[in-house]
């Protein structure tokens, strides 16, 4: 589906490579979500690894000028990778456990600033959960009200569990989960 930025950019949804493009997309994600050097260099490493996962798939937002400035991507739900583990005892303490199983887990979705607000990062996430085999999605926010979270409530995403610390991260998260598809706008 083509995207036209204010300065007229028509920007394609497609499949990315992500192991090939794994610096591009972290340059995008540090300018959207503000990454260190440091930071970067650890999440280059986790990326790589999260492709080698069974299902995990990837999609891109390119610009005719073949620049990325926006992708997602994710994997079926494994309750012995790090993120499961991490939020397992959260979603217990409130009964939402299940949503574990048979969740296609969206790990990372971030639109450029200058890209922002023209339903990319919308048409990114149903996108890719649409082929999704699994019949809901989980995933995890900062706990603030932010567009993310605004996006997902829209899409159907409902709270599993709130204030969930990962070590590393200085602000807690909420776990967020929806029945697929998501929902659309009417
Ligand atoms: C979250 C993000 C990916 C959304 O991408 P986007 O392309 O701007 O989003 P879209 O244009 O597709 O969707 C916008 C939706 O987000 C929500 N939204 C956007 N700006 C918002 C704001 N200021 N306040 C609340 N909700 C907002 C709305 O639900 C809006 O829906 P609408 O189209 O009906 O108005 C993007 O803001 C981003 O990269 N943020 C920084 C990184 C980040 O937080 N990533 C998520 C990590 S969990």
């Avoid at 085999?133 to 900062?142: D, E, F, G, H, K």
């Avoid at 605004?150 to 029945?179: C, I, N």
Wanted: glycine share 8%.
């Amino acid at each position: 589906m083509p995207h036209r930025n204010r300065t007229d950019d028509t920007v394609t949804i497609g499949h990315l490579d992500l192991r090939s493009r794994v610096d591009e997309a972290l340059a995008v994600q540090a300018h959207a979500f503000g990454l260190s050097d440091d930071e970067i260099a650890v999440r280059r490493q986790i990326v790589l690894r999260h492709m080698t996962y069974p299902g995990a798939r990837a999609l891109g937002a390119t610009t005719e000028s073949g620049r990325l400035v926006g992708f997602v991507y994710g994997m079926p739900n494994d309750r012995l990778h790090w993120w499961s583990t991490v939020v397992e005892p959260y979603l217990r303490a409130r009964g939402t456990e299940d949503w574990l199983d048979d969740s296609f887990v969206i790990t990372e979705l971030h639109v450029h600033p200058g890209y922002q607000n023209r339903g990319i990062g919308r048409t990114l996430i149903t996108t890719i959960t649409d082929t999704a085999l699994q019949p809901r999605s989980i995933l995890s926010a900062i706990d603030h009200e932010s567009p993310a979270r605004g996006l997902y409530r829209s899409l159907g995403y409902e709270d599993l569990a709130r204030q969930v610390v990962f070590p590393s991260a200085p602000k807690p998260y909420a776990v967020m989960g929806a029945p697929l598809p998501l929902r659309r706008n009417t």
